[in-house]
């Protein structure tokens, strides 16, 4: 039994929150500590805190629409493969999956949205790097080349993440952090947080440019790779206000390009 | 003679002028919508209790060079298809309770 599992429970801290997922299988503990190394914190106090019952693994399934939403003061989170419940007055949780990362993995992604939602951040379909201790968000959809970016980034930039980013608006501006939510990379990101210099609505095109995007279309580009789920009006709101003023005040870009090194060129 | 009608935001929506478009998120099922110009007007003077025809009186017959019976007729097909899509209340009656949602148009 590692440190970081010794009660029975593992520490993830990503985006600064950390969440204790507590299970009395030790076998599930070892997975999380394997798929979120990097992001373990080994004596921590956690900000949220879920215990995890184990199922048999073919119940449900992950194709499944995901539902978030509220019922007697209570989150319910459900898909066929997991369902969890979250009280948010107590910060306590519990979750109903088998050994499945993917299950878990979901969950850990709700429960920062909803965090930050109420604090003007927000998980966001991009790649993201810190160069020159700048951090540079590359959005788009599937197949927009996130990964292929991600891929390409240059030896002086760490990658925070090639799938999903993670921002926070904190005092000093908007910043953002690693994730270990790996897309087709299948490798964590890096665990650091840098102030966030740019965000780029990812083309890929014949040649490497940046152009232009004006705020409303920045917008609509921001809000169309926003990861959320909740069906909770208010939190609607405010994520949909969230994400102009992050529009009001990061620069927002097209990049377009070619899939080779030369487009990391236009990052700096 | 028409009956007077009025409209009013829906309580539901936020809303915020960017980049030259009135954007608007719908709370309950998360759709976007972009306004155009004429709909950004009747948008932001949707009090509830201002009757509509003095809306388009006020704020579209006297900028555009439009007759007020055709100004009336189209801010009324326009007024029952933001009701349709949920992020305008459209009624007979004023209004007087509607409030503009929260952080409302900048």
Known sequence: MTGAAANGRVDICIGGVTVGVRSSDAGFRRLLEHRYAGFVEFGASPDYEFEVELTQPHEGSADDDVRVYRSNGLWLLERGDFRAEWDPATRRGRIRQSANPYSIDTVLRIVHTLVLAREGGFLLHAASAVRNGRAFVFSGVSGAGKTTLARLAPPDADVLTDEISYVRKEAGGYYAYGTPFAGELARVGANLRAPLDTIYLLAQGAENRVSDVGKAEAARGILANMLFFAEDAELVRAVFLSALDLVEHVPVLRLTFRPEAAAWDLIR | ?106
Do not use: F
């Open chain 2, 1 to 106: 003679m028409s009956t007077q009608r009025y409209v009013a935001r829906a309580a539901n929506v936020a809303a915020r002028m960017i980049g030259g478009e009135m954007m608007i998120m719908s709370g309950s099922d998360s759709s976007l919508y972009s306004l155009n110009e004429t709909a950004s007007i009747l948008w932001q003077a949707a009090d509830g209790v201002t009757p509509l025809a003095q809306i388009v009186e006020q704020h579209i017959c006297a900028d555009y060079a439009v007759d007020a019976a055709t100004a009336l007729r189209d801010a009324e097909e326009l007024a029952e298809e933001l009701a349709r899509q949920g992020i305008l209340v459209l009624s007979d009656a004023p209004l007087p309770d509607s409030r503009p949602p929260a952080k409302a148009s900048a």
